[in-house]
């Protein structure tokens, strides 16, 4: 079983709130990431992480922020949810597959539950 | 990287075997195929991955064809509980998700 946790599990809060979303990993992996996800529609990847002090965006657009002050936490906030914002967010970690090419076979991804977000 | 092409959806009568193929014509010599699912609106979950031998575990077998230009996911007996999205993934790096194969387990 993955060692990773996302909370809130649900969020419902209004236009113009700050909101932090948490993800947190016990098992000492580099690489995190954020994913966006509408209910039937495609993962989106909005941030991701190689390690600590380590922040990229990612494929989708996002107005939200990510941080990654320790290796195990990778917290992404909203400073003004708005309804565009109402989706799920999924937090995942993987270890490190370093310079090495061929050790592609330890980029195993391992997902929070994720929360549901609602911006009334 | 590569990309994938997969069946936007599939049907399969519980008990029987769920093949889902998927197609990477580009994949380079050093990318891994992943296979994850998505059960509802849980996060994915890993299920198996190969570089060019085929592959078992207890979810499922993966078997890659010897030009590694597509790759089938089985499901030996498939159960109502294997209904999922599931998704097929090549990159060494940084996992990007795709719309995936619906698969309906039927009774």
Known sequence: EADIYQTPRYLVIGTGKKITLECSQTMGHDKMYWYQQDPGMELHLIHYSYGVNSTEKGDLSSESTVSRIRTEHFPLTLESARPSHTSQYLCASSESAGSNIWAGGRNIQYFGAGTRLSVL | ?107
């Not at chain 2, 399969?12 to 699912?37: D, K, Q």
């Open chain 2, 1 to 107: 990287d590569a990309k994938t092409t997969q069946p936007p959806s599939m049907d399969c009568a519980e008990g029987r075997a769920a093949n889902l193929p998927c197609n990477h014509s580009t994949i380079s010599g050093n990318e891994y195929v992943y296979w994850y699912r998505q059960i509802h609106s849980q996060g994915p979950q890993y299920i198996i991955h190969g570089l060019k031998n085929n592959e078992t575990n207890e979810m499922a077998s993966l078997i890659i064809t010897e030009d590694r230009k597509s790759s089938t996911l089985i499901l030996p007996h498939a159960t109502l509980r294997d209904t999922a999205v599931y998704y097929c993934i090549v990159k060494n790096n940084d996992m990007r998700f795709g719309a995936g194969t619906r698969l309906t387990v039927k009774p």
